[in-house]
């Protein structure tokens, strides 16, 4: 049980344009998902917490309006990166939990390259 | 704020031998601890988890033990195989109080075993 995915799994796109990630919760009701960026080699950074009908808290540093993230229903957030550069290119990560829950479930990330 | 501090990588270690991977934290209170892990191609796994003072996590022969008084949650296993080359992150959470409660995550640690 609280299986999480994501897709696509890889995404290639031009500098310039946006690209939009799903994170899905396939057997559970998800009312908080996180998103996360990681570098290579490098640990997990939070971007920003997600409640279901809510907006979404961005962590500090992070740009809401470059990182758009909605999260619409209780099984689907997206994450759209707008205006992608190359910097942007990154492994990106969601997971998903419930209240009262401590623990969270993970999607297997997107890998996105900005050319 | 918050921080988590690992062992740097990568480790390499022989298939049967005892692995020790060092984690310490800063946090005031009592926060719950956690040790999650990445499989290659994979998303995060809980691997194990703490959520007071001495308690012990124990999954898949891996174990770590919640130590207030040294602020560490060192993971541990006696024998160690191949398959357990992976990813390793310790990481805290302050949840859940209401809601989930995001996750800081330590660096990472590759551990590769060779048969």
């Known amino acids: 049980g609280a299986v999480v995915s994501q897709h696509p799994s890889w995404v290639i796109c031009k500098s310039g344009t946006s690209v939009k990630i799903e994170c899905r919760s396939l057997?559970?009701?998800?009312?908080?998902m996180f998103w996360y960026r990681q570098f290579p080699k490098q640990s997990l950074m939070l971007m920003a917490t997600?409640?279901?009908?809510?907006?979404?808290?961005?962590e500090q540093g992070v740009e809401k309006d470059k990182f758009l993230i909605n999260h619409a229903s209780l099984t689907l957030s997206t994450l759209t990166v707008t205006s992608a550069h190359p910097e942007d290119s990154s492994f990106y990560i969601c997971?998903?939990?419930?209240?009262?829950?401590?623990?969270?479930?993970f999607g297997p990330g997107t890998r996105l390259t900005v050319t | 704020g918050d921080s988590v501090t690992q062992m740097e990588g990568p480790v390499t270690l022989s298939e049967e031998a005892f692995l020790t991977i060092n984690c310490t934290y800063t946090?005031?209170?009592?926060?719950?601890l956690f040790w999650y892990v990445q499989y290659p191609g994979e998303g995060l796994q809980l691997l194990l988890k703490?959520?007071?003072?001495?308690d012990k996590g124990s999954n898949k022969g891996f174990e770590a033990t919640y130590r207030k008084e040294t602020t560490s949650f060192h993971l541990e296993k006696g024998s160690v195989q191949v398959s357990d080359s992976a990813v390793y992150f310790c990481?805290?959470?302050?949840?859940?109080?209401?809601?989930?409660?995001?996750?800081?995550f330590g660096q990472g640690t590759r551990l590769t075993i060779n048969p």
């Open positions: 997971s998903a939990s419930w209240v009262r829950q401590l623990e969270q479930y």
């Open positions: 057997d559970f009701q998800a009312t908080t």
């Open positions: 997600s409640n279901e009908g809510s907006k979404a808290t961005y």
């Open positions: 946090a005031t209170g009592y926060p719950s």
């Open positions: 703490a959520t007071k003072a001495d």
């Open positions: 990481a805290l959470s302050r949840g859940p109080v209401q809601g989930a409660q995001k996750l800081v």
